[in-house]
Structures are given as C-alpha cells and as structure tokens.
Nanobody, 124 residues
Framework: QVQLVESGGGLVQPGGSLRLSCAAS????????MGWVRQAPGMGLDWVSD????????YYPDSVKGRFTISRDNAKNTLYLPMNSLKPGDTSVYYC?????????????????WGQGTQVTVSS
C-alpha cells in the first residue's frame, strides 16, 4: 500500500531554515507528481508546492516562492522541501501528498494520498 512518511519538522527561529523529507513506498515513485500542503492552526489547507515525476517542473504560490525549493530523488523514493527565511506565518503541519498532476494552484482534493504530517513551528 502507498505510504508517505514525512520527517524534518521542528521548532526554528524566524529567519531560520529547515528541510522536510518524505519517504515514499508502495508505488512507482518516479511515475507520479508529488507535492506539499500545509495547515496552520485553525485554518484551512494551503497548497505549498508541486513537482512533476521527473523533477523538471516545479510550482509554488507567491507566499513561499524564492524561499522554499521542492525537489525529489527518484533513486531514493524521497521528496524534499528545504525551507529558508522562515516566518511565523509558515507555522503549520506540513503534509507530503501524491498525485493530482503537477501544476500551479493545486487544490487539496486533487491529491490521492497523504502522509501523516510533520509540525513546523517558527517562533522566537
């Protein structure tokens, strides 16, 4: 069965960096687009980034563009999200997601599988 397991979350000061990872199993990783979605406390789901199966096309909303960089290692079945210049507004649970077709402005209901999430807290 499909499994997506995130890691790398934690507490960081404003302006700091973290790198999220997502270990995937149970499907042919390189054949599927992947992404990240986040949810802040008491808020709705917020699209963060998409990447196509080959890793050549990436998409971001303006809120994270230039600070976050999605990438993937198809040999290791792993998705990454290095995050720089973190702000308190980035505080959320971050979910690794599979499917939907990589594009700008994906909606949460377009993804087929979700990880359990990893908490990122940006605070001084």
């Amino acid at each position: 069965q499909v499994q997506l397991v995130e890691s790398g979350g934690g507490l960081v000061q404003p302006g700091g960096s973290l790198r999220l990872s997502c270990a995937a199993s149970g499907f042919t990783f390189s054949s599927y687009s992947m992404g990240w979605v986040r949810q802040a406390p008491g808020m709705g789901l917020d699209w963060v980034s998409d990447i196509d199966g080959g890793g050549g096309r990436t998409y971001y909303p303006d809120s994270v563009k230039g600070r976050f960089t999605i990438s993937r290692d198809n040999a290791k079945n792993t998705l990454y999200l290095p995050m720089n210049s973190l702000k308190p507004g980035d505080t959320s649970v971050y979910y690794c997601v599979e499917g939907g077709g990589a594009k700008y402005g994906s909606s949460w209901f377009e993804y087929d599988y979700w990880g359990q999430g990893t908490q990122v807290t940006v605070s001084s």
